[in-house]
């Protein structure tokens, strides 16, 4: 108590040096705690459910679509039944289904859950009950539903009475049953449909449903391995049983063709370990999270390599006061002991800073993250807390007193070594100088470092802000809606985009108006296989084209150039064998390469003997529909007034001034069906460039600080080094030294620190070039213009920071200097 009482009267004393090194430390700290908080979410925390370690999911490695697990129900029913291995099996579909009641209509993810979906999970509801396997067996008066807790926030207002009340989805009743917990996401880490419902209320929520379509139902398939049974053991099991199911199957289908079997199994099967569950953050943002979460750590090593030059400092100009202590019997473990001390008082202090700060960021973060989007163009609700848990407090908690002892045994043990006799002979302390330069040099190493792959990132920015994305988005705003969600039948959908086109169409300041199945930036179109005609489909062609259904007026609306032949006319609907369709450049290139294409035909890839049903009338520019990043897909468009869910208006003026009068449109034709999503094409390039933008400013944000903890370090460095030489000085000036010569000295010492600093920063940039090279785009990892500004800025800084210290030194006064010594 002694040690800390004397600690906390040392720091009083110096409230400057300590608010500086404490607000250090609280950043560092604080950033890193936050930044490994999202790392231990996204990368680390099992799922919040019983036994997470004994789950798996069957999953298959697609070329184009990555991993998935959509594997049938009968597959599902199969593996349930005869796995020895599994001891359940558990799955959910997952449909956009529109909520009619409770008021206002929207468009709402519903996930459509196995009988043994909660019980395999080990689930219980925050209010309610979840879902069980008697609510399969009957469904007779309506079927239950549970709510995830933000829909219920959302549309309930967190009303404990929800349970008990009806919801309308697709026209049919559903008793709400539960509530499930904030944290609960099913095999999810952040995100979560807004309701579950039983899988056999896949009648009420499909329209012309027919028996058989259950067993080609879709689902995201896991289960829970029995004690002491191995992945690899349960895969061999699960494989045996997955062919003869699938090849069953597919041979008494007669809507799909003979390949279709063997292509599907030519994919393989894996069972992925579920304990982390899985997680749309960790595989749109896993990359950019580590190299974050990395770029914190050198921060937090800067901050430490600041606060121990500050240390070192404040230790040599204690010189005297720890020689007198030493003379009076105090031992050199004691001192280190009491400087230790300090330090942890100061680390306590910053400790306890950035510890606020992480939990008051947390939200903020969760906030700045861009909107994700699943496969069907709807926003996915992300539920991830971000705030630091016990495992990110401890983690913090060891990093501090590991940052207490990098920064403080250092400087507690140079100063514990001076001399009584160097003292009384009034010569300056030099031990430690060495030390003081060496982490000056690697401060600015790691502020080149950060800097380069900020510049990296900054530029990869760029680079996507300025792409073509093959359409004029100005001007024009999107409307998406799905008429048979609401359970509209193929004529009444037709009927309903006649109209509402027609109304649209009449409003002011309107130029144009499509329709598509489709809207860019949101959706890649149906997925199929293709070959021209008298051609088969390689295995790299399965499900690798885009189709997408629109109206005549579509390229116009949207700016794509027609590049050879023609767009379509409305005499193109309904036109078959052949279909006229409009292909894009993509599909030109894998598909025809000769040149050429119009005119062409094409069909059903996976079957020779069929006829080619489509003929190319025209080719227009590739147009990007999932991202800004994505290569090119071939695509082809065919003109139809079904099929449709996607309104595109071009504007004279701002487009935001036509979404109330086109809302009203619709409210007119029919106030039930809502429209889900409204965006401006501007909004939606913006958007799909969102996460190199919060990747780039949060780098330029780490970047900033290195810069300033540098700059910092740098001043600090000299500005002590002409107080401890100002004797030195003023015998250089007596002797005949011009001021110009003192700044001169000073300048190249720095910039000597600074030149073997930026080389070593650059070094490591090129060497970690390969690890950020999947987050860069148009740019290299070796980029000059990066590295060069990266280099430049740290020489701009690193001269400002020797300015001042080099200016002061220039005015010692010789006399003064040795009349003071």
């Known amino acids: 108590m002694t040690d800390l009482r004397y600690a906390a009267r040392m720091l009083r004393k110096s409230p400057g040096f300590t608010v500086v090194t404490a607000g250090l430390l609280a950043i560092g700290i604080g950033a890193s705690s936050l930044m490994f908080s999202a790392f231990e979410s996204v990368w680390l925390r099992p799922l919040p459910v019983s036994h997470p370690e004994e789950l798996v999911r069957m999953v298959q490695k697609v070329p184009q679509l990555g991993t998935r697990s959509y594997f049938p129900y009968v597959y599902y029913r199969a593996l349930a039944e005869r796995s020895t291995t599994l001891a359940r099996v558990f799955g959910e579909a997952e449909l956009l289904v529109a909520m009619n009641e409770p008021a206002p209509a929207e468009q709402i993810r519903v996930h459509l859950a196995t009988p043994e979906f909660f019980e395999a999970l080990g689930a219980h509801a925050l209010y309610g009950r979840p879902l069980t396997p008697d609510d399969a067996k009957d469904d007779r008066g309506g079927a239950p539903a549970v709510l995830s807790y933000g829909f219920w926030q959302r549309r309930f207002n967190g009303d404990r009475a929800a349970v008990g009340r009806t919801v309308v989805l697709f026209g049919h009743r559903f008793t709400i049953v539960g509530v499930m917990p904030r944290e609960f996401n099913g095999i999810s880490v952040d995100s979560t449909p807004d309701v579950r419902v039983p899988l056999r209320a896949l009648p009420l929520l499909v329209r012309d449903y027919v028996s058989k379509r259950l067993d080609g139902t879709e689902l ?56 982390r569950g899985v997680s749309v953050l960790r595989d749109k943002f896993g990359g950019a999270l580590r190299l974050l979460t990395i770029s914190v750590g050198l921060l937090l090593l800067m901050v430490c390599a600041n606060v121990a030059g500050l240390l070192l400092a404040g230790a040599a100009a204690r010189r005297g006061e720890i020689v007198v202590r030493l003379a009076l019997g105090a031992t050199r473990l004691r001192l280190v002991r009491q400087m230790l001390t300090e330090s942890l008082l100061l680390t306590a202090i910053g400790s306890a800073g950035g510890w606020l700060l992480a939990w008051i960021s947390a939200p903020l973060l969760v906030r700045a993250l861009p909107p994700i989007r699943d496969l069907a163009t709807a926003r996915m609700a992300l539920s991830l807390d971000l705030t630091p848990d016990g495992r990110v407090i401890l983690v913090s908690l060891a990093a501090a007193i590991l940052t207490a002892g990098l920064f403080g045994l250092v400087p507690a043990l140079s100063a514990s070594r001076t001399s009584l006799d160097s003292v009384l002979r009034g010569v300056r302390a ?8 060496a982490l000056v040099v690697f401060q600015v190493a790691l502020c080149t470092l950060l800097l380069a792959g900020a510049g990296l990132l900054v530029r990869t920015f760029r680079q996507l802000h300025n792409l073509d994305p093959g359409f004029d988005p100005a001007h024009v705003v999107t409307f998406t809606a799905d008429p048979s969600l609401s359970a509209y039948t193929d004529a009444q959908a037709k009927s309903f985009w006649r109209a509402l086109t027609a109304r649209v169409r009449d409003l002011p300041g309107v130029v144009s108006v499509a329709t598509a199945s489709r809207p860019v930036m949101r959706g890649s179109g149906i997925k199929s296989t293709v070959a021209p005609a008298g051609q088969k489909a390689t295995r790299a062609d399965f499900l690798n084209t885009s189709l997408n259904w629109v109206s005549p007026e579509y390229f116009d609306t949207m700016g794509m150039r027609v590049l050879e032949g023609r767009a379509f006319a409305a005499t193109d609907l309904g036109v078959t064998k052949p279909t006229p369709v409009v292909v894009n450049e993509a599909f030109v290139r894998r598909f025809f390469p000769e040149g050429n294409a119009v005119g062409r035909r094409f069909g059903n890839g996976l079957d020779v003997a069929a006829p080619a049903t489509y003929e190319i009338a025209g080719v227009v520019s590739d147009a990007k529909y999932r991202s800004l990043r994505e290569p090119m897909t071939p695509t082809f468009y065919t003109a139809s007034e079904t099929n449709l869910s996607v309104l595109s208006v071009r504007t004279r003026t701002a487009p935001e001034a036509l979404i109330q009068p086109v809302r009203r449109a619709l409210a007119a034709l029919d106030p039930a069906l809502p429209f889900t999503e409204i965006h401006t094409l501007a909004e939606e390039v913006d958007a799909s460039a969102a996460p190199e933008r ?21 001043y600090g460095l000299l500005a002590f080094a002409v107080e401890q030489r100002r004797r030195e000085i003023g015998i250089r000036m007596a002797l005949g030294a011009r001021p110009s010569d003192i700044g001169e000295m000073l300048g190249l010492q720095a910039g000597a620190m600074v030149a073997a600093g930026v080389i070593l920063g650059l070094g490591g940039a090129l060497l970690a070039g390969r690890w950020v090279r999947a987050l860069l785009y148009g740019v290299a990892p070796s980029d000059p213009v990066s590295l060069a500004l ?14 001042v210290p080099a200016a002061r030194a220039t005015r010692v006064q010789p006399a003064s200097a040795l009349r003071q010594e």
């Open 220 to 275: 995201d398939l896991a289960g829970r391995l029995k004690p002491g049974v191995t992945r690899q053991r349960a895969l061999a099991e699960s494989i045996a049983i997955w062919r003869p199911t699938i090849e069953e199957w597919y041979a008494h289908q007669p809507d799909y063709g003979p390949g279709y079997a063997q292509t599907e199994l030519s994919r393989g099967m894996e069972l992925d370990p579920l304990e």
């Open 430 to 437: 030099s031990r430690g100088w060495g030390g003081r330069k």
């Open 694 to 714: 919060l990747t780039a400013a949060l780098a330029s944000i780490f970047g900033f600080f290195a810069t300033l903890l540098a700059a910092v370090g740098i």
């Open 790 to 803: 990266a280099a430049l800025l740290v020489a701009l800084v690193s001269a400002a920071a020797t300015a």
